[in-house]
DNA sequence: CTGTTAGCGCTTTCAA
DNA sequence: TTGAAAGCGCTAACAG
């Protein structure tokens, strides 16, 4: 392993003046510079950022926290940060919290035991107190997903409830009185609030929302189809789905053509999240979008400007998602 | 930050002895050991990975080197070798190699001075040269999705081959006899091996590929769409479509209802990689089994054992591809 | 503009 | 079983 001294030796001259060419900063005469970048050529030098990161306090690397490695929604994410922090030379480290408190505060440690310069998280188990207190501990953090009022200027959320308002709204605008519901896990916030809002479109419409028509999945398309074979044992008609998200309803969508309904003409069918395949499955899947590519970057520029001193761009905290109206929604008359 | 100085002082031992508690291996007296996990407690202790990789020149990382940070396919693989490698306290680097061969020797350089202890590959661009090269370089590799002959017992490979012969075959055994080939970019190993299998199928039928019936794409989605325009506008016509992955397909699928055939019967489309959504499309789409999480496992695997003397399971270096037939066959008499 | 000299937090001989 | 001390490769004052 060629060091930093075999570097200096070489060159002729002291340690400092090595790290100072390889560090742009310092100002260094070109002869001095390229004698160094010559001796680094030679030897094939390449620098140790375990040891920079030692010796700088600083690992020039963030600590990217979410649910899953897979899948559509964090695959996305996983993209637009690296792709982001990559321009600067910074490096992502991922690790998968799994929706689960105990296995994302490990992850949370896992991270920091790793010296990141700071973390993006999102993060849906674990406490807004956890999060208060961790970020309470140094590390700058900055909240995707989630809004936490005490750390607000931290947090980059999307408007949910506005979410579940939208997608409920283009069910009903189409004409459909009965709709049925299927969720993510209750207990996760944004299912809560997709929830609130579809409730408030239908409260608009003077509609009461039947509670014997809200199944509780998991965001995996497997609970799509078994939701949608629940929902239909009710025995309670329905005319259209509003799902949680789109793998929910790639699900449902496969399970009601099972069951010998014809889609849309039988069953109107909404999503959420609008990932790459929604466009993919048929019928096109009428969904709302959730910019999960500009929130990640915006994560990213929070981190780039006030951990790394790059990137002047202002910070938006709350994203608005939108409707994306494709061919899952039979207008019904 | 608390260091081991505070816990050693605190614990009132030397710093070698905290050392040694923290790296169960050594012996030390239970009262002792005692004593210092208490002090470790009491501080909130959390041990300084980076300050640890230097002193022992191992990071307890391995680097992970994947052409996209998204989609389905390597969604997969990056679970799959994070869940094994987390069994064991290791932790996963990722890095997107673009399928391009600067970014791809880009992120190996990163990835080395990150001093990983293991780097496992799936890169497309590079030379078996280059890796041959890196392989010598002392850092342990483990190559995915190619076979090098020299570095046979580090590469964990699919039969691509096989797999594109298994696909033709189950078109051809439907009585389809003008196939037409939506290929992946033709520079890439795999997409030329596929091609192959189906070139061989045809053969045993004494049939032999249309040239103008072939079209190369770029495995997203989009290039399904367009591929299959571009086809149809040969004016050639064809009953069957392979495709060299499972996006392309569907892809494909939505433009050929688009173009007003009918799924499955104006035209039966087969699949490569069998991922997650590819029972959701509609017809649910036939295709072949690429066992990506299997193979990760197993790269992961032989990095656990040749380098960190973990897991005695034995390297399988060579998977077999398996047709999976769902609903995207139309039997033709 | 360049060199000297302490460390950064931990591991690892070598003695005791 | 425990402690002392010498680094690991690099950065960052501080001089010069």
Redesign the pocket.
């Known amino acids: ?1 060629v ?6 030796e070489r060159a ?9 060419v ?2 742009k900063n ?4 070109d ?3 390229e004698k160094v970048q010559r001796a680094m050529e030679e030897l094939g ?4 950022a ?3 990161g ?5 690992s020039n690397s963030v600590g990217v926290l979410i649910s899953e490695l897979h899948g559509p929604f964090y695959g996305m994410m996983m993209s637009a940060i690296e792709t982001e922090l990559r321009k600067y030379d910074i490096h992502s480290i991922f690790a998968a919290g799994h929706s689960d408190a105990a296995k994302e505060e490990d992850a949370v440690n896992f991270l920091l035991s790793r010296r990141c310069d700071a973390l993006i998280l999102y993060v849906e188990a674990v406490s807004d107190e956890f999060l208060e207190a961790l970020n309470a501990q140094g590390t700058p953090i900055v909240v995707l997903g989630r809004d936490i009022k005490s750390l607000a200027t931290q947090c980059i959320n999307l408007d949910n409830e506005q979410g579940g308002y939208l997608a409920a709204k283009c069910l009903l605008e189409a004409g459909h009185r009965s709709i049925a519901y299927l969720a993510g896990p209750l207990w996760k916030h944004d299912t809560q609030e997709r929830l609130a809002g579809h409730r408030r479109a239908l409260a608009e419409y003077k509609l009461t929302f039947d509670e014997r028509l809200l199944y509780e999945g998991d965001f995996q398309e497997e609970s799509g189809v078994s939701g949608l074979n629940q929902l239909l044992a009710v025995g309670e008609p329905f005319s259209a789905l509003a799902c949680g998200n789109d793998e929910m309803a790639a699900g449902a969508m496969a399970a009601a053509r099972e069951a010998g309904l014809a889609l849309p003409d039988d069953l109107s069918i909404v999503g959420f999240d609008n990932v790459a395949y929604s466009r993919f499955v048929f019928p096109k899947l009428s969904t709302v979008n959730y910019p999960v590519r500009d929130m990640a970057a915006m994560a990213t520029h929070w981190v780039l400007r006030h951990v790394y001193d790059q990137g002047r761009l202002s910070i938006e905290n709350t994203f608005s998602p939108q409707l994306v109206g494709r061919d899952s929604v039979h207008r019904r008359d």
Chains 1, 2 share one sequence.
């Open positions: 392993m060091t930093i001294y075999d570097v200096s002729g001259v002291s340690l400092a003046t090595v790290s100072r390889m560090n310092a100002r260094v005469s002869k001095t510079k030098y390449r620098p140790n375990i040891a920079k030692l010796a700088s306090n600083r």
